[in-house]
């Protein structure tokens, strides 16, 4: 079973977004702020993290420079998940390694989309 971290300060999105994965027959983690997030991929070995863009914390940026330094085995998929249809945000996220990136809140149509295009879920 594939395990995604939700990393995401809203708690309904969250939620949603846990119920969808769940469906997928994932097994799904949550953290609220950036640390939490960082020692659970580092913890537990996650394949995915749906990464907010306003996590709090840490900037989109500094999170994914702390998770390439975060000595776990391998690096997960990160599906950076924003509120803002913004070229030159979801640009920087890209450059700084996020894989993929969807909107929210969450269309269910489109997350699962989404998830099944990394290759995670068929």
């Known amino acids: 079973m594939k395990r995604c971290l939700i990393a995401d300060q809203s708690e309904v999105i969250r939620k949603v977004a846990r119920h969808y994965l769940e469906k997928l027959q994932f097994e799904v983690l949550e953290a609220d702020s950036a640390d939490p997030a960082l020692l659970l991929c580092r913890d537990k070995g996650v394949d995915a993290v749906i990464l907010d863009a ?69």
């Open 54 to 122: 306003r996590l709090p914390g840490k900037t989109t940026i500094e999170f994914l420079s702390a998770l390439r330094f975060a000595g776990s085995a391998q690096r997960p998929l990160i599906i950076y998940a924003t509120t803002e249809n913004d070229p030159a945000d979801i640009s920087r996220a890209f450059a700084a390694g996020a894989d993929t990136y969807m909107m929210k809140p969450f269309d269910h149509n489109a997350f699962v989309e989404t998830i099944t295009n990394t290759g995670l879920a068929s």
